[in-house]
């Protein structure tokens, strides 16, 4: 769950004091030193689950459903708006940067679990929210980071800890970190990766699926491999079996209760042929043409369940 609030306000009127959204949930505290501003939740009046005492107006709403909602205080001379997404944090979350609409409204349609946005672009939070993508801010400093969050109140951020006094006051916030691969880079070591997988290209994404740290970041190249994990518990939930590693060929298969799915990297200098009668799920330089894939030098492919046999191509 996220907020955002792109809305202006009067800071001496109002302003968000604290944010605490959870699955279902959305609590905060807002000071209102007119004891006067309307509350709309979702466009809508709603007294319901708020108390004003005093200057502060205090909500805590319950059974939201997932998805997006806002909150807007209204006075004649200024409004704060914030929104929040409901719902459950996926496992190994799936993230892009964006830097304009297009690029959000095309993450959103392929059910890309997240954006990252860069700091200078911290108004398409509302945006990204308003579709049900999660948002993570990039490039804060320290200093800007406790008022970046009152204002636009991110899901979480990216290479910095959220510490006190913004922890207290807005809780949910997530912090990443991220961590970079090489083209060719040996899977223990990419299955040992803690933080965000930040994978540049086709062949990296399908790697960085291997990761059983925070999660990954794409690139606008591999969009498509958000389709790809539907339907298949393994890519969020699975454990990396039957690794081998050999003249630049690996091949591995991640394991999530009876979803299997198998993971062919050629990075040797030859072709590689793998038998196989099923369409890869995903891939990069390679050619298929059943029952034989072809996998070119760099190239990458992703089956359901796991390839009959692997034989090079001399």
């Known amino acids: 769950m996220l907020c955002s609030g792109l809305g202006q306000a009067d800071g001496a009127t109002l302003r968000l004091v604290s944010s605490q959204p959870t699955e279902a949930t959305w609590s905060f505290v807002v000071e209102d030193h007119s004891h006067t501003a309307e509350l709309l939740i979702d466009g809508r009046n709603r007294s319901q689950g708020c108390i004003r005492h005093g200057s502060i ?28 997404v409901v719902g459950k944090w996926p496992e190994r979350p799936m993230f892009v940067r ?5 690029l959000i409204r095309r993450a959103a349609e392929l059910r890309i679990d997240g954006v990252i946005v860069a700091a200078s672009a911290i108004d398409l939070v509302e945006v990204a929210h308003a579709r049900g993508l999660r948002v993570l801010v990039e490039g804060l400093t320290d200093a800007e980071l406790e008022l970046a969050l009152e204002r636009s109140c991110a899901d979480g951020v990216v290479g910095q800890v959220v510490a006190s ?3 207290e006051r807005f809780p949910q916030t997530h912090s990443f970190s991220i961590e970079h691969k090489e083209p060719g880079e040996k899977i223990d070591r990419v299955i040992a990766t803690q933080g965000l997988t930040d994978a540049h290209g086709r062949a990296q994404a399908a790697l960085a699926l291997l990761g059983q740290g925070q999660g990954m970041i794409i690139d606008s190249s591999a969009l498509d491999l958000a389709a790809v994990r539907k339907g298949h518990p393994a890519f969020r939930r699975g454990t990396v079996s039957n690794l081998t590693e050999e003249q630049g060929r690996a091949r591995c298969e991640l394991v999530s209760g009876n979803d299997r ?3 062919l990297f050629n990075n040797g200098a030859a072709v590689w042929n793998i038998r196989s009668q099923k369409a890869p799920l995903y891939q990069d330089r390679a050619q298929f043409h059943a029952p034989n894939l072809e996998l070119q030098p760099g190239g990458v492919a992703i089956l359901a369940g796991f390839a009959q046999s692997a034989v090079t191509n001399f």
Not at 57 to 84: I, K, N, Y
Not at 98 to 102: A, F
């Open 57 to 84: 107006l205090r909500c805590d709403l319950h059974g939201l459903f997932p998805g997006g909602h806002t909150a807007e205080l209204r006075l004649p001379g200024a409004v704060l708006r914030r929104s929040v």
């Open 98 to 102: 964006v830097v304009d609409e297009d």
């Open 165 to 167: 006094p913004a922890r």
């Open 261 to 263: 799915v198998t993971f």
